[in-house]
Structures are given as structure tokens and as C-alpha cells.
């Protein structure tokens, strides 16, 4: 069976309810700034594709047909609709019931997700937030997948891809209390002959080790005994173990009492991670996601 909308121009169903609302040709062209013949001629096709006289003239005026009374409430409220649609009102937080999904490391869950909840709940009440870690940011294919809305960390720099930079973090050596090694006066050889817990977040993914990179150009041995895909499990390993790990100073000085680790006094090659905002195109203009963004970017700094 045909469907009569592909044969439709929608434009004259805009001149209908016009019609009916001025309840004459001449008015409902003036309105439209077109001619009162464009107007019957556009009368002339709907008619054609609905097969109904739509309106009939009475005098100076029209009277519309039961059809076109049918369609008349119809017609308004799918104007209205589309109206609203291409001429977006001002965003209003708190309506928003949207649901997003964040992507960011362990690290930045227990040290920026709580203020980033925080603020959602006092500015964005109605929506919704789902977290998911770097492993899930890459499975589901990165940002340019629909079901990830923003994400914390390293810059992305594919097609479509936008970033804003947020922060510098700096990392620290970290050790268990007590640990044999670490003193006042640790030195790079020491250093060298410490093992190390190394984080990987998405294994089999050839992403670039930093920290390895930092340690090779301070010229100090890294021997990196054991992998983990996060943070927090590398910090558990060293609080039980003679091991060390390099983490973010944020999770350490928010959570490194709690996971039993302290920063170590050590000729420690100098390393900072630049961290940003990142997003994809699809969702660049969005108000909602805009005002996301700036949510997470005040938790962040903020926290």
C-alpha cells in the first residue's frame, strides 16, 4: 500500500491550517506573503493527494470540510512541535532529564566523581549519570559511540573529536607504610632496584607507557613486575606487598590513607599527565551536553 506522506508536500499543510485559521484565501495569503492564486493552488494539490475538497467557498469566506476539520487539530499541534524543535528555548537544568555517561579512569572516580554527583544533584536533579571506566570507553568505540557523552583523560585526536585541556596531574611513588626501602636519602640506584606494579587500563591496546617513558629519560631502571587494569588494584598490591606504584598525587592525597599507601621520598623522575575534556562532534552544540561539560569541568577543578 502507498503511504500518502512520501507524495506529500509538507509545506501544504501549512497553507491548510493557515486557511482554516484565517478562515479565507486572501487572509491566509496575506499572511503567508504569497498570492491568493498560490494559496488555491496549493489548496488544489493537498486536495489531490487527500482525495477531499478540504474547504468550500461560502461568500467572501471558506467553510472547511469534515476532513479538514479532523486534520485541523492534528496539523496545529505537529506546527507547534516542529516550531519548538528548530527554535530551541533556553536549556533549563533543572528539566533535564536526560541520561549521560562519563568515561574516566578509577583514579578520577573516587576523587572527582563524588563532586561531580554532588553538582548534578543541585543543578541537573532530574538527570541521570552513568560512569564507566577507560576498558568500557574503548569496547563501546570511544566517543564517536552514541552511549559515551564525555570523557576525562588523555586528549583524543581522531575525526570528530573535540577537547578542552582541564588539568595537569602530577603523580607520585607510592609505597606501604613501613616499607624497607624508601628513606630520607633513597637514591636513583635504589631506586632501580625497587618492583614495580605497572597500570594498565585496556590490555592488548598499544598505548604508550609514560611512566616508563619518564623513568627512561631520568636514566633509572624500571622493572615492572606485575600489571593490573587499575589503580586502586595497583595501590592494594603495595599496601601488601614490598612492591611500588606509580599513581595520580589527586587519588593519593584524597584516598592514600584509606588504601594504605604513602608517597615515597625518592629521586623520583618528574611526570605529569596532561587531562582534558573530551567529546564528539555529534554532541558539540547540544545544550545539554554543554552545560554537562561545564558541571564536570567546576567538579573537577573544584575537587
Known sequence: MSNPITALDLNLLLVLHTVLTEGSVARAASRLHVTPSAVSNGLARLRSVLGDPLVTRKGRGIVPTPRALALAPAIARGLRELELAIHEVPFDPTGCTRAFTLAVADAGQLTWVPRIVALMTAEMPRARLSVVGIDSLVSLGDLASSRIDLHIGLAGRGTGLHFEPLLEERTV????????????????????????????????????????????????????????????????????????????????????????????????PAHTVKLALCWHERTHADPAAQYLRGLVRRAVLGA
Open 173 to 268: 611513588l607510592v609505597a606501604r607504610g613501613g616499607h624497607p626501602a624508601p628513606g630520607a636519602r633513597m637514591t636513583a640506584r635504589v631506586l632501580g632496584t625497587l618492583r614495580h606494579v605497572g597500570v594498565e587500563m585496556v590490555p592488548g591496546k598499544a598505548f604508550r607507557d609514560l611512566v616508563g617513558a619518564a623513568y627512561a629519560r631520568a636514566g633509572i631502571r624500571r622493572e615492572v613486575a606485575l600489571t593490573v587494569p587499575s589503580f586502586t588494584a595497583a595501590a592494594a598490591v603495595v599496601a601488601a606487598t614490598d612492591f611500588v606504584a606509580t599513581l595520580p598525587e589527586s587519588l593519593v592525597a584524597a584516598q592514600g590513607t584509606r588504601l594504605g599507601v604513602r608517597a615515597v621520598n625518592a629521586p623520583f
